[in-house]
T-cell receptor, first 112, second 114 residues
Framework: QKEVEQNSGPLSVPEGAIASLNCTYSDRVSQSFFWYRQYSGKSPELIMSIYSNGDKEDGRFTAQLNKASQYVSLLIRDSQPSDSATYLCAVNGVDSNYQLIWGAGTKLIIKP | NAGVMQNPRHLVRRRGQEARLRCSPMKGHSHVYWYRQLPEEGLKFMVYLQKENIIDESGMPKERFSAEFPKEGPSILRIQQVVRGDSAAYFC????????????FGNGTRLTVT
């Protein structure tokens, strides 16, 4: 059973600091990696896609991928209270017929 | 460019009734996924469809649940003889391919069984 693991949190970060969210996956040949944000009572919203090793930046968000170590992370700079949400990591699973395998999510709380 | 459209947003059914949830994927998307989510829990995969075909229904209960994605019209998730345990948020997502492209989610249907 291929898995994607995240710390469930809650992760509490002061406003203005960097929030670091981590995700590990078990399928070595995964090729596509996604971070979603889900506010309470709302649907998941795509934040970042990353496909190759290294960093990918988009505004205050940076996704980092390390395929050798099988982890993907999301950094949020200058954290705002509006960033408080659950962050879901999703990885395409080659062995699961390329369907996305989802982590359970990390709850992030930004304290003013 | 319209996103994934789900309706209704809220659906209340009495035990034993049928629930029909509709999903129109984004324009150009032919892959549709249905997920269920209970409060404070993660997304649970139910079924994956392409036009006129069910590709993977491994997450869908064998009884009372069915899904379709006809050549014309929206994808439908049907729950027959609903029970209180079916109360949940049901999300539809679509993509352009299987796995490599991200999923785009609709706003969901909140089903309440009384």
């Amino acid at each position: 059973q291929k898995e994607v693991e995240q710390n469930s949190g809650p992760l509490s970060v002061p406003e203005g600091a960097i929030a670091s969210l981590n995700c590990t996956y078990s399928d070595r040949v995964s090729q596509s990696f996604f971070w979603y944000r889900q506010y309470s009572g709302k649907s998941p919203e795509l934040i970042m896609s990353i496909y190759s090793n290294g960093d990918k930046e988009d505004g205050r968000f940076t996704a980092q991928l390390n395929k050798a170590s099988q982890y993907v992370s999301l950094l949020i700079r200058d954290s705002q209270p509006s960033d408080s949400a659950t962050y879901l990591c999703a990885v395409n699973g080659v062995d699961s017929n390329y369907q996305l395998i989802w982590g359970a999510g990390t709850k992030l709380i930004i304290k003013p | 460019n319209a996103g994934v459209m789900q309706n209704p947003r809220h659906l209340v059914r009495r035990r034993g009734q049928e629930a029909r949830l509709r999903c129109s994927p984004m324009k150009g998307h032919s892959h549709v996924y249905w997920y269920r989510q209970l409060p404070e829990e993660g997304l649970k995969f139910m079924v994956y469809l392409q036009k006129e075909n069910i590709i993977d229904e491994s997450g869908m209960p064998k009884e009372r649940f069915s899904a379709e994605f006809p050549k014309e019209g929206p994808s439908i998730l049907r729950i027959q003889q609903v029970v209180r345990g079916d109360s949940a948020a049901y999300f539809c997502a679509s993509s352009t391919d299987r796995g490599n492209s991200p999923l785009h989610f609709g706003n969901g249907t909140r089903l309440t069984v009384t």
